[in-house]
């Protein structure tokens, strides 16, 4: 009769070749340790009846080597975006352009200037890298880059409007997503809130009153991922920033998104850019690096050198602080603005400016490889908590399956994943937002699942 005594010891399944190849791709601490695990689930299966034959070596290291490619495999993986949404935040908002992958390998492969001066053989400051392309590019005096653009508010606002009196406009009280409100996010930085206006309506004399009643800043959070439409009111900034200055208080403006371009030239809203909101006068300006910039993820803060100053000194400043990696990205991604070449180099505006014919065109070449599926008008959209409501009239590759979420299960299943979405019982795929390098990937991919299937 089989007992749990027959089954191998771990010394002798090491003894085997196959272990020894296991330790060769694992390591042997790890293989020990996957060894044990896959022993004990067999003895524990065994006892309670479930298996009433003992495994034999080969069978036990395969069920080990399973066991240890499932510990080992990324989480993290690349995907092909055929949503059409352009800034997805779960995938991981903007690709970045080849410059930017460049400068940001470059900066991990070995040592760097991060803070480190050639000139005089000193300590320099990692805070130099970025600025002088961001002064260049908006003609701000001072610049730092953070971590990203929620840390950068949070700063500001512990630098500037701790223990202050800080007047915000109750249409502005917003929560930008994964539960970051600009209220709590005040509160959390030692501010007291003067909340002005109404949800819809906010006046001119709103900001004056709260101001004569004694606010030490005035404070605007760009509403970036939803629109109040109809009875609403705003007054300019540019106003506001005339008013607070006349009674002699600064303005941050948090611009959510911060577009260096104007969004209306692709057809959509205009999305207020950071040049706009500096020449309005505001003091400090804060935006994301990896939304409508199209950069790796960051917080970018621009404005008066005397108020950047206090900023750099603030001790969260160290907490937030922006790696090297990051700053070769956002500085790499920056140059592309001011060597106007952004259209051509950053991918998410690549995108944006694909015309529908030239989408219909791929839509069609994929008809052609696949030989079916058709082209139906469809929309994409920014995404990322930037211009909502807006989009971009596109092609989508549409295809009749049987069973539309067991396809799209399916096609999260290849390698790499593709994730699409379904309406009306089709599967739809925006060609917008595959990158050009991906498109052979995608119609294997697709190709697969319709053998699958
Ligand atoms: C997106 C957004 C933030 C947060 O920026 P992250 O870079 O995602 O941290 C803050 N404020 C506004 C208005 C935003 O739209």
Redesign the pocket.
């Known amino acids: 009769m089989t007992t749990l005594r027959d089954l191998p010891s771990v010394e002798e399944l090491l003894q085997t070749k196959t272990a020894a190849e296991l330790i060769a791709r694992f390591g042997r601490p790890l293989t020990l340790t996957a060894i044990r695990e896959t022993l004990d689930k067999i003895r524990a299966r065994f006892s309670s009846g479930a298996i009433t034959v003992l495994p034999l070596h080969d069978l036990i290291l395969a069920q080990t080597d399973t066991l240890l490619s499932a510990w080992l495999k990324p989480t993290l993986r690349l995907v092909i975006n055929a949503t059409g949404v352009i800034l997805h935040t779960n995938l991981g908002r903007a690709p970045l352009s080849d410059a930017a992958i460049r400068a940001m390998d470059l900066a991990s492969r070995g040592y760097s200037t991060l803070e480190y001066d050639l000139e005089k053989g000193t300590r320099g400051s990692r805070l130099i890298h970025a600025e002088s392309v961001l002064q260049k590019l908006t003609g701000a005096e001072s610049a730092m880059v953070v971590n990203?653009?929620?840390?950068a508010?949070l700063l500001v606002l512990s630098a500037l409007a701790n223990k202050r009196r800080v007047i915000i406009s109750r249409s502005q009280l917003?929560e930008?997503?994964g539960g970051?409100r600009?209220p709590d996010v005040m509160k959390q930085s030692g501010a007291k809130l003067i909340e002005v206006g109404t949800t819809n309506k906010v006046h001119l004399r709103d900001y004056e009153e709260a101001l004569q009643d004694g606010g030490s800043l005035v404070m605007r959070?760009?509403?970036?991922?939803f629109k109040i439409i109809g009875f609403t009111e705003e007054p300019e900034l540019k106003d506001v920033v005339e008013v607070a200055h006349k009674a002699g208080v600064f303005v941050i403006d948090?611009?959510?998104?911060g577009a260096l371009f104007d969004t209306a030239k692709y057809g959509l809203a205009h999305e207020p850019t950071v040049q706009e909101s500096l020449a309005a006068g505001a003091d400090v300006v804060c935006f994301?690096?990896?939304?409508l910039l199209g950069g790796p993820?960051a917080?970018i803060i621009i404005g008066r050198k005397d108020l950047i100053e206090k900023i750099k000194k603030h001790p969260l400043a160290r907490a937030v602080r922006a790696d090297k990696a990051c700053l070769a990205g956002v500085t790499a991604t920056l140059l592309h603005y001011l060597k106007d070449e952004a259209e051509r180099e950053i991918p998410i505006l690549k995108m944006m400016s694909f015309t529908p014919k030239q989408i219909k065109g791929r839509v069609e070449s994929w008809i052609r490889e696949l030989g079916r599926g058709e082209a139906v008008e469809g929309e994409s959209t920014v995404g990322g908590?930037s211009l909502p409501g807006e989009s971009f009239p596109t092609f989508l590759l549409s295809l009749t399956v049987e069973s539309p979420d067991r396809f799209l299960k399916r096609l999260r299943a290849q390698n790499p994943p593709v994730i699409a979405r379904t309406a009306n019982d089709k599967i739809l795929l925006d060609p917008r937002t595959v990158l050009p390098e991906q498109e052979g990937a995608l119609l294997v991919g697709l190709k697969n699942v319709f053998e699958e299937i």
Not at 148 to 151: F, H, L
Not at 221 to 225: G, I, K, L, R, V
Not at 288 to 291: A, E, M, R, T, Y
């Open positions: 990203n653009n929620a840390s508010v917003v930008i997503g970051f600009i959070a760009h509403p970036s991922n948090d611009l959510g998104s994301s690096g990896d939304k993820q917080g908590g």
